[in-house]
């Protein structure tokens, strides 16, 4: 009579001697992964992505930088700003201190983006002529109508434009 013996493996939960095929320890009932060639390869992928972004991002090494270079982008960029404070555009920001400045330029513009604040949308195109609100378990939507024009805020965002 010949006898065969099963392969044995190691459970990681309790160390003990299990059979290879088991997929629970019959010991402690833990869960006994496998590492197949696909889940190899997916971690293998993912590993590599991770380098490759943290190299791409820079903190492979990076150009030294010259600090006079720096300092006249400094001042020029200062003077701009400077300059722009002087615009409409900048004198609207200066009353609304938490709007940015792309914000500005564009309600000057009588144009809307995504992101904005009712109270911008408002600066930009004036009163809707109807608001559609919608109260749900997920928030508060609204559509207002400018004629043929709509605009979709999603608690309080701008979310979507439809001409």
Request: glycine fraction near 8%; charge should be positive; include cysteine.
């Amino acid at each position: 009579m010949v006898t065969t013996t099963a392969a044995k493996g190691i459970c990681p939960h309790c160390k003990a001697e299990v059979d290879k095929a088991a997929t629970r320890c019959p010991h402690c009932q833990g869960k006994i992964y496998k590492w197949t060639v696909w889940r190899k390869f997916v971690a293998g992928f993912l590993g590599a992505l991770i380098l490759f972004v943290i190299f791409s991002i820079g903190l492979g090494g990076s150009k030294p930088s010259n600090s006079t270079v720096n300092a006249e982008d400094a001042a020029k960029q200062a003077a701009e700003l400077a300059a722009w404070q002087e615009t409409p555009a900048g004198k609207l920001c200066a009353k609304h201190t938490d709007w940015k400045r792309k914000a500005c330029d564009l309600i000057l513009e009588k144009k809307v983006a995504i992101g904005m604040s009712p109270e911008q949308a408002r600066a930009a195109w004036g009163e809707p002529d109807h608001v559609n609100r919608t109260i749900t378990a997920d928030g508060t939507n609204e559509q207002w109508v400018y004629g043929s024009n709509y605009i979709y805020f999603d608690d309080g965002i701008l979310s979507s434009i439809q001409n």
